[in-house]
Nanobody, 129 residues
Framework: QLQLVESGGGLVQPGGSLRLSCTAS????????IGWFRQAPGKEREAVSC????????YYADSSKGRFAVSKDNVQNRVELLINNLEVEDTGTYYC??????????????????????WGQGTQVTVSS
């Protein structure tokens, strides 16, 4: 059974950077596409970025383009999300999730969180001065 653990969140000033990690255990990560999602207080969960199982395709939500970068290391069994130039609006709990059903359309997958069968517990990101 694949398990995911997020880390790297924290309190950051606007304009700062964070590198979030999603570490997998239990099964090889190269069988799973990974998505990053976030949920701000009082708001619905939204997709941030997704990466295919072999890391050949990525998707970024419009709000993530230019400041977010997702990477996947199937040897280390880890996915990272680098967030630059953090904004107050980036505040929220960030979750990584895994889909092992072989979807090739990463964008379509990212827009349907219900397709992800395994979720981590989340890591809190707070952007404040």
């Amino acid at each position: 059974q694949l398990q995911l653990v997020e880390s790297g969140g924290g309190l950051v000033q606007p304009g700062g950077s964070l590198r979030l990690s999603c570490t997998a255990s239990g099964l090889p990560l190269d069988k799973y596409a990974i998505g990053w999602f976030r949920q701000a207080p009082g708001k619905e969960r939204e997709a941030v970025s997704c990466i295919s199982k072999l890391a050949s395709r990525t998707y970024y939500a419009d709000s993530s383009k230019g400041r977010f970068a997702v990477s996947k290391d199937n040897v280390q069994n880890r996915v990272e999300l680098l967030i630059n130039n953090l904004e107050v609006e980036d505040t929220g709990t960030y979750y990584c999730a895994a889909n092992g059903r072989g979807f090739s359309d990463v964008q379509a997958l990212c827009l349907m969180p219900s397709l992800f069968e395994i979720w981590g517990q989340g890591t809190q990101v707070t952007v404040s001065s």
